[in-house]
Every structure is written in C-alpha cells, then in structure tokens.
C-alpha cells in the first residue's frame, strides 16, 4: 500500500499562509513529519495557482527535495505549475491529476509521457462524477486507458482513480467506489493501478469520527485491489490498521475483526453480526461504520450512539 502523505495542502489555512511567505522551513518540516510517520510519497497541493504557479511550484519542489529524496505527487490545475515541477524533480513525479474531460486530458496526459511521471487519472468527464460503478469503468476502459496505451505509458504508471464521496450526505456512492477500485484490476493484463483519496470519505463529518470512517473503509478498499492512498501518514490509528491487515495480525480481537472484514470484502461478502464482539466498544465502532459504508444505514453525526 502506497501512502501519499496529503497534509502540505493549501486548504490548510497554515499552509496556504506558508506558500504566501515562502516559510521554507514550514513546508520543509511537514514533509519530514509525514516521511517520517511512513509516507512514500508526498502531495503537493499548490491549488489552481494561475498566476503563480510555475513560480510557486518550482518554490515548494525544491524546499521539499532539500530535506527529503521520497517521490513527489504536484498536485494542481495549472499545466504550466505541473510542467515547471517536472522539469525540477529528482526521482520519478506524479502527476495529480488528469479527467476524461477531453481538454484536460489532452493538456495532462502527454505531461506524463514526456517526463516519464506516474499519473492520476480521475474517472469523471465534463458532465462531473458519474453516480455508478459501471459509469466510472466504462470511463476507464473506453477513455483513460485507450489514451494512456496510446502515449506508451505503463499501466504501472497509470493510477485510476474511482472518486470517493463523503458520507455525509453522499453515502451511496461508497459500495460504487469501492466496485469501481475491484474491477478497475480486471481492466488490462497488466493491470493498472488505483488510488483514492482517502479523507474524501469523512469530509463534513465530525473530527472525532473522521479517522474511524477513514480507516474501516481503507481496510475495504485494500481488499477490494486498492494499491495507493492519498491519506493522513500522522493518522497513528490509521496506520496500524493498514499494519495489523497486512501482517493479517489476529491477536486481538479488533485485529482478528479487521481481518474478518478484509477477507469478506475481497470475496464480495459483508461483515455479520456474528462476526463482532459486541461487548467489545471498538469492534462495535467498526461494525456501525461499516453499515454506514455499505449503504444499509442512513449516515448520521451521531451514529456511533445510536
């Protein structure tokens, strides 16, 4: 599981104050707490920045490869930003992100070829987010992947994206994405590899809730075939999910519980009660959000008291 450390992002009021003054040291520190915390990779998040961008791009790329030598995801609208960074890293970029909207795949995809860079590919066209599994597929087989075949980029380097939408309002979308991610892998021989941007699940909801609903739901999706997250790396419960499915760590009852859930998810089965200790408050707390996830529960703030 790749983890695509996402905090140095300018919806942070602190990093977006940190690109304003060019505190190098700022940026410079976040990336080294993610690396250090288990990131392979590092997002840098710039906006659309479309006046500055090359500038501002070229700025952070460097600030970063200062300190740290982990690849680099440029993450931004601006094709000149993403271009300028190219031009400037050090091991091989990602891009995030290209669409099938005809233009901006014209614009970004070839970026990819050029500069031998793995890329994001979002399953959505001009007409937005497509509400279904089948839609987002049907987006990749007859789109994104013809193109990239095209430019000659390795399907290892061609990360399709299903687009995760918040529960908070949005939930049914989460079994799509989560079928979308299963059958992306049964696209190509080889396949190409998938990636979500993980906290898009918890937008919305609570602080409290946000890494539990994360969490469960990575667990669901690295069963599914999922090989890459955008996600928080300082997110210590995170990781030791991720931890604990991959070690298949049993030892505990939560543990033997994540793995239940792992292993009935990669064979298109739910989790049951009988699955759960319900005496035990943290498995109840992966039981509720896991319904929530499947869709058979109508979200709520207040869901875990329920």
Not at 1 to 18: D, T
Request: charge should be negative; proline fraction near 6%.
């Amino acid at each position: 599981m790749l983890i695509i450390g996402e905090n140095i992002h300018i919806i942070s009021p602190k990093v977006k104050a940190a690109f304003e003054t060019r505190d190098s040291k700022f940026i410079q520190e976040l990336a080294l707490r993610q690396v250090e915390h288990g990131a392979d990779m590092l997002d840098l998040n710039i906006g659309p920045q479309r006046k500055r961008g090359v500038e501002v791009m070229e700025w952070i790329v460097d600030a970063v490869q200062e300190v740290t030598d982990v690849p680099l995801s440029l993450d931004t609208t601006n094709a000149a930003a993403i271009e300028a960074g190219l031009k400037r890293v050090k091991r091989q970029a990602m891009i995030n992100s290209t669409s099938a909207d005809p233009e901006r795949l014209e614009t970004i995809m070839p970026l990819a070829a050029k500069y031998n860079a793995k890329i994001v590919a979002l399953t959505m066209g001009k007409s937005g987010i497509p509400t279904t599994a089948e839609a987002r597929i049907e987006l990749a087989m007859e789109v994104l992947i013809p193109k990239a075949m095209e430019l000659g980029i390795p399907m290892s380097d061609l990360y399709l994206d299903p687009l995760v939408l918040t529960v908070n309002g949005t939930q049914e979308h989460a079994p799509h994405t989560l079928n979308a991610v299963r059958f992306f892998k049964q696209l190509t021989d080889p396949p190409p590899m998938t990636v979500v941007g993980l906290s898009n699940i918890s937008n919305s909801v609570p602080a409290e809730n946000r890494s539990l609903i994360n969490r469960t739901f990575l667990v669901m999706l690295m069963a599914a075939g999922l090989d890459a997250a955008i996600a928080d790396p300082l997110d210590k419960k995170l990781n030791e999910y991720i931890r604990i499915v991959q070690q298949r760590d049993t030892s505990t009852g939560l543990g033997n519980l994540l793995v239940t859930l792992y292993d009935k998810t990669a064979a298109m089965e739910e989790l049951e009660p009988s699955d759960v200790d319900m005496g035990d408050p943290e498995q109840v707390a992966v039981w509720k959000t896991t319904q929530i996830l499947y869709n058979k529960v109508i979200y709520a703030h207040s869901y875990l008291r329920m």
